[in-house]
């Protein structure tokens, strides 16, 4: 019989995907986290908008705010890991995390009284309009 020796690659075989460390991951993650956000608000606030129920918009500003801290929180065990793993991918991003994630949240902290007094005075308006329907005898 006449058998076809088999053909003999040239090329090595492909090397086994190298895992990156996870203060590497944590760096990526702190950068994503706020761009995540970013990006399910505009989505749902705005693409779907006025089809969504309130309860819905709770959710997503709640997601949100988890993100961003979780974002902050990356960014600080990214910086750790600079010691054992060495700066080359890690430093600047999770310095640049920790400050967007870091600057959001301040934001976030700064709001707070505005957004209380914002409720005093939607209460104030739903107080003031029973007695405005009420008719006069």
Known sequence: MNAVPPIISQQPPPLP???KPFAFQAAQASLLAPAIAFGLGIVV???MGGQL???AHIIVGSLS???ILLG???GIVALIGVRRYGKKG???RSIAGICINGILIA???ISIPMYKRMAE???EIQQQKPEQQQPSP
Do not use: E, T
Request: net charge positive.
């Open 53 to 55: 129920p309130p309860l």
């Open 65 to 67: 705010i988890v993100l």
């Open 90 to 92: 890690i430093l600047g």
């Open 45 to 47: 606030n705005v693409g």
């Open 72 to 74: 902050f929180i990356f």
């Open 107 to 109: 934001l976030m902290v």
């Open 17 to 19: 995907p190298i895992k």
């Open 121 to 123: 005075r939607a209460k």
